[in-house]
């Protein structure tokens, strides 16, 4: 089982940026993919961006040029560097992980652990 915390959430102005972190720990050996999603009140969770073990990556529409996922395996650590962020941004960001095989943004592609969030406000 792996354990996600993440952390780096906060409040800021249209156009500003901040930088999610995971911390991963337990069987981290195990994980093929990680990954952030969303989900803001009374919508449906969406993805934003996976990265596989090799450091393959893909993005939703909505952030590509924006935000980018990345992560230091040394740290056992997984980031989300968000750029130019628009009200609609505003969310719950949760971070993932997967040990099985494939690493898309697909709803059949099931994560099994899941960090308990950090709140993004961004105001206009």
């Known amino acids: 089982q792996v354990q996600l915390v993440e952390s780096g959430g906060g409040s800021v102005q249209a156009g500003g940026s901040l930088r999610l972190s995971c911390a991963a720990s337990?069987?981290?050996?195990?994980?093929?993919?990680m990954g952030w999603f969303r989900q803001a009140p009374g919508k449906e969770r969406e993805g934003v961006a996976v990265i596989d073990r090799y450091g393959f990556s893909s993005y939703a529409e909505s952030v590509k040029g924006r935000f980018t996922i990345s992560q230091d395996n040394a740290k056992n650590t997984l980031y989300l560097q968000m750029n130019s962020l628009k009200p609609e941004d505003t969310s719950m960001y949760y971070c993932a992980a997967r040990s099985s095989s494939g690493c898309y943004l697909n709803p059949a592609v099931v994560f099994r652990s899941w960090g308990q969030g950090t709140q993004v406000t961004v105001s206009s």
């Open positions: 337990g069987y981290t050996y195990s994980v093929i993919c």
